[in-house]
């Protein structure tokens, strides 16, 4: 029988060969679900279905009783029967629930009502339901999460929960490449930024940025999640709402003092290890979500004022050390009026992007598709070794 523990973030039952349940952690609009049903509460009878085009996604305006009685489980089977006939086609019949916002019902009496009635169509013939099926129930939150597997456990008797397949780590890190850009603007899973110890995302060049464009509700997540107070070194993950990603990881880090820096020999020793600390960690939090992509700025380059090698060189260091599954690509976003910082970034890029000879001799050339970078040559020393892929455009000179 499935579990909900923390590294579990998704579950797949089988009704039948066609009719598949699955519950899924995950923002509901970075899911593949071509339809989607949108519940809204409402006291009234026989509510008009209506659905609109959003995003190559048809989402389906997904009426619930607000009352809880059997009328009101007969109602909402109904809907879902009907949801399920008029609008899931071939095309189209990956179907997402999100539960996040269910009201009045708990997560699983939700969850089981509609299963009840899943299971039902899955066990009589429809002509307009004659194709594979997969519903999804999809939250963000660990206790949601866990009564959706329960829900399944108990309607969808005798069958196992398959849990995602984990793929063995690669042997070696992701791939990394510079961006000149806005981190506001970007497009990957997941944004990284450090924030002020009050978390006013207004204090910070990047992060008034990215509560520029995220909105304001991205502020009031932080402060929520936060408490109030947060331990040095911490981070945490936000819901990216306006901004291209699924997430956003917040961190605090402080400038060099005594205070801060007791046990490190010398203040570049602080400064490498709190850079370190807070890509890792963030690599690591982006790995247990099984998310593909991460930017970060140039992590305290800006009011922090590290000093800019130091920066560049222990962002790519800790990349390069790190290893992962599913983490695949990381991208270093820099402003491009920033022209130290993207001197000190490209200066690193070529210090840890190194090929083989018998690598050269095999192929001719080097994979590039992660890079970005205007064609010129990268020399390389007599001893090189394979970390990262080539930037894009390089070419290599062995001399």
Not at 339 to 350: P, S, T, W, Y
Request: charged share 25%.
């Amino acid at each position: 029988m499935a579990t909900a523990g923390p590294d579990k973030i998704h579950r797949t039952w089988s009704v039948n060969d066609k009719f598949k349940v699955s519950v899924n952690k995950d923002n509901p609009d970075y899911t593949k679900a071509k339809m989607q049903f949108q519940c809204f509460f409402t006291t009234r009878d026989n509510v008009g279905l209506k659905t609109e085009e959003r995003s190559g996604k048809t989402i389906v305006q997904f009426p619930v009783p607000q009352d809880k009685n059997s009328h009101s489980r007969s109602t909402l089977k109904e809907t879902f029967r009907k949801c399920m006939i008029d609008f899931v086609t071939k095309d189209k019949s990956y179907v997402l629930i999100s539960i996040d916002n269910i009201k009045y019902w708990t997560k699983r009496e939700f969850c089981e009502v509609i299963l009840e009635e899943f299971i039902k169509l899955a066990e009589t013939k429809n002509a307009k339901l004659n194709h594979s099926v997969k519903l999804e129930f999809c939250t963000l939150d660990d206790l949601n999460f866990g009564e959706a597997v329960k829900a399944c456990d108990a309607k969808i008797k005798g069958v196992k929960s398959i849990p995602v397949v984990q793929k063995d780590s690669r042997s070696h890190g992701p791939s990394v490449c510079i961006v000149k850009g806005s981190l506001a603007n970007v497009k990957v899973d997941a944004i990284a930024c450090t924030t002020s110890h009050d978390f006013d995302l207004s204090h910070g060049a990047v992060s008034a940025a990215l509560l520029g464009r995220g909105g304001h509700e991205l502020q009031r997540e932080l402060y929520t999640k936060c408490g109030g107070a947060q331990a040095f070194g911490e981070v945490i993950p936000v819901y990216g709402h306006k901004l291209d990603c699924r997430v956003v990881f917040f961190g605090v880090m402080y400038p060099y003092n005594p205070k801060y820096a007791k046990g490190y020999k010398t203040s570049e020793e602080y400064y490498c290890s709190s850079i370190h600390d807070f890509v890792q960690r963030c690599l690591n939090l982006a790995e247990k979500r099984q998310l593909r992509s991460v930017a970060f700025p140039a992590i305290g380059a800006g009011v922090l004022n590290y000093p800019i090698h130091v920066v560049a060189d222990e962002m790519f260091r800790t990349v390069d050390d790190w290893r992962g599954t599913y983490v695949n690509e990381v991208k270093f976003v820099i402003y491009p009026k920033d022209k130290v910082v993207l001197q000190e970034f490209e200066r690193a890029l070529k210090k840890y992007v190194t090929v083989s000879s018998s690598e050269i001799r095999h192929s001719g050339s080097i994979r590039t598709s992660h890079f970005n970078i205007p064609n010129q040559v990268l020399k390389l020393g007599p001893k090189v070794e394979c970390r990262f892929p080539l930037p894009k455009g390089y070419t290599i000179e062995i001399h």
